[in-house]
Structures are given as structure tokens and as C-alpha cells.
């Protein structure tokens, strides 16, 4: 009876582990598993543009697309040092990368990750937002990533992430 009461405990003992398991990935993943609207405003300033100094402000929004849905993610500037000549470079890692706070973060919490992130070739400019339109028949994750730009003054973004 000793090694059934035991046996009956270890059993419970995994089955509230695994419960337990389930439970904290699914609170720490729920907007991998669906893609959701977003719509937000960023701001931060930055005196150096260097990606690679450890200090330099850097925007990210992670997002994820469903399986055949379109979405479409865009990305402008409402205030940016420089004016109308101000602009700063995209780029993208391929995956659901939250590392920072409030959508900022510093470059150097980027450097576990920094091998995989690649330049979009595209630059936010006045003129210029980031326009792209995701849609794959596999479920993807992407976060898109951009240094504040130089200058001493508040950068200003505005992000939004729709169905197309």
C-alpha cells in the first residue's frame, strides 16, 4: 500500500508540473500564437547613432502573422532630429524578440540576438515610412528594429500593425 500511495503521489506531483508547464508558456506567449491589431506611439532621443555602442536607444515591435493572413505594418515618423533631412535605417530579426520595455530597449540588449538581425534596406524618412505587408501560409514572427536617431530631441513614432 506504501508504494501505491507513493506511486499515486509522484503522479500527482508531475500532472500539477506539467498543468504548471502549460500554464506559464501560455501566459508568456499569447500574442505568438495570434496576430493582434497594434497602434502606438514612441519616443526616446538619442545622442549617437552607432548600432553597436551599447547605449544607443533602439525601437523594436515584435509581431506575429497567422497562418494566410495579410497584415500590414507601418511605421512613421511624427517628430525626428533632423527635420525633413532626418531618417533612420530598418532593420529585422525573424523572430518574437521582446527583450526591452515600452517597445525601447539599449543596442546592448540586442547583442544575443545581433548575428541574426539584417538590414531591410529601407530608411524612415519624412516622406519615406516603412510599409510592408506580411502574409504567409505558415505562421511567422518578426520583430522590426530601428536606432533613435541622432540629435539630442525627441524621435517620434507611430507603429501600427493592421489587417490588409
Not at 17 to 46: C, G, Y
Not at 52 to 59: C, M
Not at 136 to 145: E, G, H, K, V
Request: proline share 5%.
Amino acid at each position: 500500500m506504501k508504494k501505491k500511495t507513493l506511486g499515486l503521489i509522484v503522479a500527482v506531483i508531475v500532472m500539477c508540473a506539467l498543468v504548471a508547464a502549460f500554464l506559464a508558456e501560455s501566459e508568456l506567449v499569447p500574442s505568438q500564437l495570434s496576430t493582434r491589431a497594434l497602434d502606438f506611439t514612441v519616443s526616446a532621443s538619442s545622442d549617437c547613432l552607432r548600432f553597436l555602442n551599447s547605449s544607443v536607444p533602439t525601437i523594436y515591435v515584435p509581431f506575429t502573422v497567422a497562418a494566410n493572413e495579410n497584415w500590414q505594418l507601418t511605421i512613421n515618423y511624427t517628430k525626428m532630429p533632423g527635420g525633413a533631412n532626418g531618417y533612420t535605417d530598418v532593420y529585422i530579426y525573424k523572430g518574437y524578440w521582446t527583450g526591452g520595455s515600452n517597445y525601447t530597449c539599449l543596442s546592448s540588449d540586442l547583442y544575443p540576438i545581433l548575428s541574426d538581425i539584417q538590414s531591410v534596406d529601407h530608411q524612415i524618412r519624412l516622406d519615406q515610412p516603412f510599409i510592408k505587408t506580411y502574409n504567409l501560409s505558415t505562421q511567422q514572427s518578426y520583430t522590426i528594429l530601428f536606432v533613435v536617431p541622432p540629435g539630442g530631441t525627441q524621435a517620434t513614432f507611430h507603429v501600427t500593425l493592421k489587417q490588409a
